[in-house]
C-alpha cells in the first residue's frame, strides 16, 4: 500500500458509515466518542491489543461490541494487521479511528481502508511525532503546543491534517498539567472529526482537507 497514493488523488463522495475504534490504553478518547451523541451510533467496535485495556471496559459499559487481537498471537505485523481489518470489516465499520493504539498496522491495512483511517497525536504535527510529544514540547521549550486529528499514511504521525488547535504552554507546566489541558482539546476535537468522518463530511485533494458543514451533494 501506499497511502500517499490514496491522498493525492481527491476523494469521492460518500456517505454515513460506522467505524472501529483501536485503543491499547485508558481510553479517554474513546469515552467521549462514546459520550457524543451524534458519533456512538457510528462506533460498530472496540479492538484493542490488550486485554487488560480500560478501553474494553469502557465499551462494554456502553453496550459496544469489543474485541481484544493480542499482539503476541500472531508472527508478524502483517498477520496482526489482517487480523484487526478482518474484525473491523467483519463489525460492518468502513473506517477506522486510532485512540491511542500504540501499534503501528501494516500498509495492506490502510489499503483496506482508504483515506478512512484517523489518528490523533498530542503535538502540532508535524513537531514532535512519535511517542513523547508532549515531553519533546516541553523540553523544547515551545510556547505553544496543541493537538492533531490527521488521517493515518505509510508514515508515523504524517498523513493529511483534518483539525488542529493550539494548547498554550504556560510557565511551570510539567508533563501532567500540559497533558491535561492538551487531554481536554482531544476530546473535544477527536468526536469532531470522527463525527465529520462518519457522516461523510470530509474530503481530501492530496495533503489539503476540507470538513464542511455539511455532506457535499
Ligand atoms: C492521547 O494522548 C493521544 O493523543 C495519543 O494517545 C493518547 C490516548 O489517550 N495518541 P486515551 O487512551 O484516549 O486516554
Not at 473535544?188 to 470538513?211: K, M, N, S, W, Y
Request: one cysteine or more.
Amino acid at each position: 500500500m501506499d497511502g500517499a497514493l490514496h491522498c493525492r488523488r481527491a476523494s469521492v463522495p460518500e456517505g454515513p458509515i460506522d467505524i472501529a475504534v483501536l485503543a491499547s490504553g485508558s481510553g479517554t478518547n474513546l469515552q467521549a466518542m462514546i459520550d457524543n451523541p451524534a458519533v456512538r451510533p457510528h462506533i460498530s467496535l472496540v479492538l484493542s491489543d490488550r486485554s487488560g485495556a480500560l478501553a474494553l471496559d469502557r465499551a462494554g459499559a456502553a453496550g459496544i461490541p469489543s474485541q481484544v487481537v493480542a499482539w503476541s498471537d500472531h508472527a508478524d505485523r502483517d498477520s496482526f494487521s489482517v487480523a484487526v481489518a478482518d474484525n473491523v470489516e467483519a463489525s460492518g465499520a468502513k473506517g477506522v479511528i486510532l485512540a491511542g493504539f500504540m501499534r503501528v498496522l501494516a500498509p495492506s491495512f490502510l489499503d483496506r481502508f482508504p483515506d478512512r483511517v484517523l489518528n490523533i497525536h498530542p503535538s502540532l504535527l508535524p513537531a514532535f511525532p512519535g511517542a513523547h510529544a508532549v515531553e519533546q514540547a516541553l523540553a523544547h521549550g515551545v510556547k505553544v503546543t496543541g493537538v492533531t486529528v490527521h488521517f493515518v499514511d505509510e508514515q508515523v504521525d504524517h498523513g493529511p491534517i483534518v483539525l488542529q488547535e493550539a494548547v498554550a504552554v504556560q510557565p511551570g507546566d510539567d508533563w501532567d498539567s500540559l497533558e491535561a489541558r492538551v487531554h481536554e482539546v482531544e476530546h473535544r476535537l477527536f468526536p469532531a472529526a470522527v463525527r465529520a468522518l462518519a457522516e461523510g463530511r470530509i474530503r481530501t485533494d492530496g495533503r489539503v482537507v476540507r470538513v464542511f458543514e455539511e455532506a457535499p451533494a
